[in-house]
């Protein structure tokens, strides 16, 4: 059997089918301690509220009628007007539904808008999606049709109290040359949990303008929904800027809705992918966060319940982390936002991602970090000496995870490497 090249490049195996692979596995495998995958919390407060919005919805028929219909291929017209209103209303933002689209998932809007501002150009040019702060999204990587498509930026490293350490852009090393096409930052960020500051932002917004690139923010964990955020930070959006949304982290990742906020022209042409490829984004997902908008419900579950209860839990977690491993083993990057705890084993006389297998043949799954650094100039030792966990899953489950953890790095400091 012989593949196109698109068909070489999209099956070979990427970090981010591992990242799926492993989380489908955990899942389904008894005893598996599943520290690595992106599934959010089941919070009761909310499974209980879905459960009985769709009970709702399907006595009153709004569940069969999304069920039963297709909707345009741009996305469900209720929720368009519904949430540009709600965001026009809570941020002054000029806007209206003709500035969002509504796609299978945020993993599709990326590619749609990876593939829409780099790769090969008219006349020979190849435009490249610029990172300005690694590491980032491990779903990034593989989503260009063309080869070195991507490239990024080493950070400043802050080394924090208690510890933990941050990301900052570095600024003097982030060069804007004319093959550039998009620039995209996470906010929070997955891997880290870092959040940029207003003023980062506001820099990279204005070195967009500037360039007349895009500047794209995945908010997939962030304000105003589902705000899994712990750190100051005011929501961004103008007409140079292209935000995405999911419905994911609200507790809804099986719906598989991602949102597009953007000016109308980008918005036209996700439409016009969309229907190529999908017909239509489904519907499900946007009739339940229609009747979240109309009830009120969808930023007040996300201040009260869903940001308080990762803020506990991720304090927790890091209680349990420095029971078992001290400074002196593991650095953790400042819990900012977003799901994941990012630990830093500066010393580890071997790879994460050998001691991904080892914890894995343990029955802990994690994820090494060098999967987070796409599109480095060369090679980058701190790449390898990282690593994410999900901290989302039960509190005893985290405490033998982490006890198995700290276990194989003592083995992997007392072995020196062999």
């Given at each position: 059997m012989?593949?196109?090249?698109?068909?070489?490049?999209?099956?070979?195996?990427?970090?981010?089918?591992?990242?799926?692979?492993?989380?489908?596995d955990?899942?389904?495998?008894?005893?598996?301690?599943?520290?690595?995958?992106?599934?959010?919390?089941?919070?009761?407060?909310?499974?209980?509220?879905?459960?009985?919005?769709?009970?709702?919805?399907?006595?009153?028929?709004?569940?069969?009628?999304?069920?039963?219909?297709?909707?345009?291929?741009?996305?469900?017209?209720?929720?368009?007007?519904?949430?540009?209103?709600?965001?026009?209303?809570?941020?002054?933002?000029?806007?209206g539904?003709?500035?969002?689209a509504?796609?299978?998932?945020?993993?599709?809007?990326?590619?749609y808008?990876?593939?829409?501002?780099?790769?090969?150009?008219?006349q020979?040019?190849?435009?490249?999606?610029?990172?300005?702060?690694?590491p980032?999204?491990?779903?990034?990587?593989?989503?260009?049709?063309?080869?070195?498509?991507?490239?990024?930026?080493?950070?400043?490293?802050?080394l924090?109290?208690?510890?933990?350490?941050?990301?900052?852009?570095?600024f003097?090393?982030?060069?804007?040359?004319?093959?550039?096409?998009?620039?995209?930052?996470?906010?929070?960020?997955?891997?880290?949990?870092?959040?940029?500051?207003?003023e980062?932002?506001?820099?990279?917004?204005?070195?967009?303008?500037?360039?007349?690139?895009?500047?794209?923010?995945?908010?997939?964990?962030?304000?105003?929904f589902?705000?899994?955020?712990?750190?100051p930070?005011?929501?961004?959006?103008?007409?140079?800027?292209?935000?995405c949304?999911?419905?994911?982290?609200?507790?809804?990742?099986?719906?598989?809705?991602?949102?597009?906020?953007?000016?109308?022209g980008v918005?036209?042409?996700?439409?016009?992918?969309?229907?190529?490829?999908?017909?239509?984004?489904?519907?499900?997902?946007?009739?339940?966060?229609?009747?979240?908008?109309?009830?009120?419900?969808?930023?007040?579950?996300?201040?009260?319940?869903?940001?308080?209860f990762?803020?506990q839990?991720?304090?927790?977690?890091?209680?349990?982390?420095?029971?078992?491993?001290?400074?002196?083993?593991?650095?953790?990057?400042?819990?900012?936002?977003?799901?994941?705890l990012?630990?830093?084993?500066?010393?580890l006389?071997?790879?994460?991602?050998?001691?991904?297998?080892?914890?894995?043949?343990?029955?802990v799954?994690?994820?090494?970090?060098?999967?987070?650094?796409?599109?480095?100039?060369?090679?980058?030792?701190?790449?390898?000496?990282?690593?994410?966990m999900?901290?989302?899953?039960?509190?005893?489950?985290?405490?033998?995870?982490?006890?198995?953890l700290?276990?194989?790095?003592?083995?992997?400091?007392?072995?020196?490497?062999?």
């Open positions: 012989s593949f196109s090249l698109f068909g070489n490049k999209f099956t070979r195996h990427a970090g981010i089918t591992q990242l799926m692979d492993d989380l489908n955990g899942l389904r495998t008894p005893g598996a301690i599943m520290l690595g995958g992106g599934n959010p919390a089941h919070i009761p407060e909310m499974d209980s509220y879905f459960q009985q919005l769709c009970q709702e919805m399907l006595t009153q028929g709004q569940l069969t009628e999304a069920l039963c219909n297709y909707d345009g291929p741009q996305g469900k017209n209720t929720l368009l007007l519904a949430l540009a209103d709600l965001l026009h209303e809570t941020f002054g933002w000029q806007i539904p003709q500035n969002i509504l796609t299978n998932g945020s993993q599709s809007a990326f590619f808008l990876c593939n829409l501002f780099a790769g090969r150009h008219e020979g040019r190849h435009k490249k999606v610029l990172f300005p702060l690694a980032e999204y491990i779903g990034y990587a593989d989503s260009g049709l063309d080869e070195e498509m991507f490239v990024s930026v080493r950070p400043q490293i802050e924090l109290p208690e510890g933990q350490f941050k990301y900052h852009v570095d003097d090393q982030l060069h804007i040359t004319p093959d550039i096409g998009l620039i995209c930052v996470s906010r929070p960020t997955n891997p880290t949990g870092n959040v940029l500051s207003d980062e932002l506001q820099r990279l917004d204005a070195l967009a303008r500037q360039h007349n690139i895009p500047l794209l923010i995945d908010n997939a964990y962030g304000v105003p589902p705000g899994i955020t712990f750190s930070a005011t929501p961004h959006w103008n007409s140079n800027t292209i935000l949304m999911s419905l994911s982290k609200l507790g809804l990742p099986g719906a598989r809705c991602g949102i597009i906020i953007a000016e109308p918005i036209s042409a996700i439409s016009n992918i969309n229907g190529i490829i999908s017909l239509s984004p489904g519907g499900i997902g946007p009739a339940i966060a229609y009747e979240m908008i109309r009830r009120g419900d969808l930023l007040r579950l996300s201040d009260n319940v869903i940001r308080p990762y803020q839990r991720v304090n927790h977690t890091i209680e349990i982390l420095r029971r078992y491993l001290p400074p002196e083993r593991c650095l953790i990057h400042k819990p900012e936002g977003a799901i994941f990012w630990l830093w084993l500066k010393d006389p071997i790879t994460t991602a050998t001691l991904y297998q080892r914890l894995k043949q343990r029955g799954l994690m994820v090494p970090g060098h999967y987070f650094f796409p599109g480095l100039d060369q090679p980058w030792r701190h790449a390898q000496q990282c690593l994410r999900n901290y989302v899953p039960d509190p005893q489950q985290i405490e033998r995870g982490i006890a198995i700290a276990e194989e790095v003592e083995r992997a400091h007392t072995e020196g490497g062999a």
